[in-house]
């Protein structure tokens, strides 16, 4: 088990995005990743939504809302990639929208270069008296 939190849950869900690029390599369109992913988080059997619908809220006041790609274990945000490069936009998007949900960790998954690339994010702002996202239900 890894030594930062939740760190078991992410290094099962880079697992399955390795087993997801060393299956079909990169070139594709972000939506074959993001279902090629799905299969294997069903086959984990981890809690997960695709496409989650999350509200963001400034001033206690919802403002709008954003879909993550992936929502896991009710704890972790996945935002998924394929792209060449990741640039650095990219980077504070993924850190973004953790503070806009309130999040604590989130991972930025890139199928889209030669090599998988994955970073994981730690929101320094969480404040764990405030929940405002929903959690799904049920395991999809």
Request: contains cysteine; charged residues 25%.
């Amino acid at each position: 088990m890894a030594d930062f939190k939740f760190g078991d849950i992410t290094e099962r869900i880079i697992g399955a995005a390795f087993r997801v690029h060393t299956a079909l390599g990169c070139g594709f369109q972000e939506v074959i990743h993001q279902r090629e992913l799905e299969l294997e988080l069903k086959a984990m059997q981890m809690a997960y939504a695709r496409e989650f619908e999350m509200p963001i809220f400034y001033m206690d006041q919802e403002i709008g809302r954003r879909r993550v790609d992936f929502f896991i274990e009710n704890k972790i945000s996945v935002e998924l990639k394929a792209l060449t490069k990741l640039e650095d936009v990219h980077m504070a998007q993924a850190i973004n929208y953790l503070e806009a949900y309130n999040l604590e960790i989130g991972l930025l998954i890139n199928f889209g270069s030669k090599r998988l690339e994955f970073h994981r994010f730690t929101n320094k702002k969480q404040d764990p008296a405030v929940f405002h996202h929903p959690t799904p239900s049920h395991k999809s």
